[in-house]
């Protein structure tokens, strides 16, 4: 990366990090894109060249993760399964504590995720981004399967995404009624082992 290029993401993240910070002490209805500019010292139209959309401000995180199943998938190892490269790789998220797999309990990642799930237009926005992930791990699957079906790799893709939401939401509900990542470890495991179990059928031959 170069000077320039690092420059831009230095820019990209203090705008970021000024409104989620400025979010978490007043809310999200109550801070203005204007209010965040000031703050981060850009220009409204430097902020929007950024961050199209107030709500990208916080759930531009979500977009790191649109095409991880899918490059899992497309990058697996010859003779291992899709199902078998996507569940290794959530049980590596869970070992990492990833919080996108929902086993994390630092208390900025805990007062992020309560963010992002108490405000309607934030939970909108994430699903748009899973929306894209799903048709990004679609495509990757439809390579993998070959011919066949045309709905089979959109199928199957809306399952896998549709499972980690699952699992992972299941993880931040551990974590908020106060238990330790490492203490829902254990259990979060076991879960993956069975949900991924599940999909085998389905993504046999993948």
Known sequence: MGLRERKKQRTRETISDTAIALFLERGFDQVSVVDIAAVAEVSKPTLFKYFPTKEDLVVHRFADHQTASSTVVAERPPG??????????????L????????LNDDKDVLAFHSLVYSTPSLVAR???????????????????????RDITAPLLAGQVIATQRVLAS??????????SADEVHPEAVADAD?????????????
């Open 194 to 206: 069975h949900a991924f179990a599940l999909l085998r059928d389905g993504l046999a031959g993948a």
């Open 170 to 179: 299941a993880n931040w509900r551990r974590i908020v009624a106060g238990r």
């Open 80 to 93: 291992v399964s899709a199902i078998d490269a996507l569940h290794q790789h959530f049980l590596d998220g």
């Open 126 to 148: 994430v699903g748009q981004y899973l929306a894209r992930a799903e048709e990004a791990l679609a495509r990757t699957l439809a390579d993998a399967l070959g011919t066949g």
């Open 95 to 102: 070992a990492a504590r990833d919080p996108i797999t929902g």
